[in-house]
């Protein structure tokens, strides 16, 4: 059975999902019920008895515009384990980008991230060559870019404080830099950061890394890690935005796409288009009364 959870814009909302239904019934995948959730008001859930998930994707794209949602197997539940990327995920801004500001390089180094992010270069490659091109940059920069450009994408803090009190394991992993996840994630909460680290000398950055990649693989070998170590039976949770975040987004029970890349987005099967990230919560059907505000 599939089960899909959406929010989407209330205006027509029962028409639009009769047309949508109608065309999920000429593709040989009748839903066999669909009702607002009690006390997550604004979510619809749909159930079909079989389907494939890409096809219902693709009609609830077609049919009711800029959506949040999940679409899983059999159950929904609140996850044990919830692994997410930083940049343009859990902070709104990508810190290398608003570090080569201060050295007048954004617009440079800003565009090869965004080449990256849409799986255009090789992340490892596109990172060295970044780094490369800070050298000689003070370390100050980094607390100034911290206190005046990085802040946490509306409903981080509350979504990972939800999840804590809810006895979900959380665990930052970034391709970005531990100069900047260990405070964002003591600002959300999360428990455990993996990132990489920019090598520093005489109060200046080198232009080099002071540790192994964190990559795609790694981020991978994160989920997989700390889910054996929470045992067999445990659900996972893995969000982020660009091509560096597939491989775990695809690993986990539920891989959300926020605000994503096209490639995130398709390999996903929870995304947000619409809403803040405390849609996350909505989606795993936790009333709002049980939120952590944070």
Not at 170 to 178: A, N, P
Not at 277 to 289: F, G, H, R
Request: aromatic share 4%; glycine share 8%.
């Amino acid at each position: 059975m599939l089960i899909a959870r959406l929010i989407a814009d209330p205006a027509d909302l029962e028409t639009r999902l009769d047309v949508a239904s109608q065309e999920l019934e000429r593709r040989g995948m009748p839903i066999a019920a669909a009702a607002m959730l009690d006390f997550c008001g604004d979510v619809l859930q749909i159930s079909l008895p079989e389907g494939d998930a890409g096809v219902l994707r693709a009609v609830f794209d077609t049919h009711f515009g800029p959506t949040d949602g999940l679409i899983a197997q059999d159950t929904i539940a609140v996850p044990h384990l919830f692994v997410s990327d930083m940049d343009s995920t859990m902070i709104g801004q990508e810190c290398i980008d608003e570090l080569a500001d201060y050295a007048g390089l954004k617009d440079q180094i800003a565009a090869i991230t965004e080449r990256a992010m849409q799986g255009e270069l090789h992340f490892e490659a596109a990172l060295r060559e970044r780094v490369g091109l800070l050298a000689g940059l003070e370390e100050t920069a980094i607390e100034r870019c911290l206190a005046e450009r990085i802040e946490p994408s509306p409903g981080a803090a509350t979504l990972v404080a939800t999840l804590k009190s809810k006895g979900c394991h959380t665990v930052l992993v970034t391709g970005g830099f531990h100069h900047f996840a260990d405070p964002v994630a003591e600002r959300i909460g999360f428990e455990r950061v993996v990132g990489n680290r920019l090598a520093v000398g005489e109060g200046a950055l080198t232009g080099e890394l002071a540790a192994a990649v964190v990559d795609s693989e790694t981020k991978l070998d994160t989920l997989r890690a700390e889910a054996e170590r929470l045992g067999q039976d445990a659900i996972t949770m893995a969000a982020g935005d660009g091509a560096n975040d597939i491989p775990m987004i695809d690993a986990a029970d539920y891989g959300f796409a926020y605000r994503a890349k096209p490639k995130a987005r398709a390999a996903a099967n929870g995304w947000i288009d619409r809403g803040d990230l405390t849609a996350i919560l909505k989606l795993l059907a936790i009333p709002e009364s049980e939120w952590v505000r944070a």
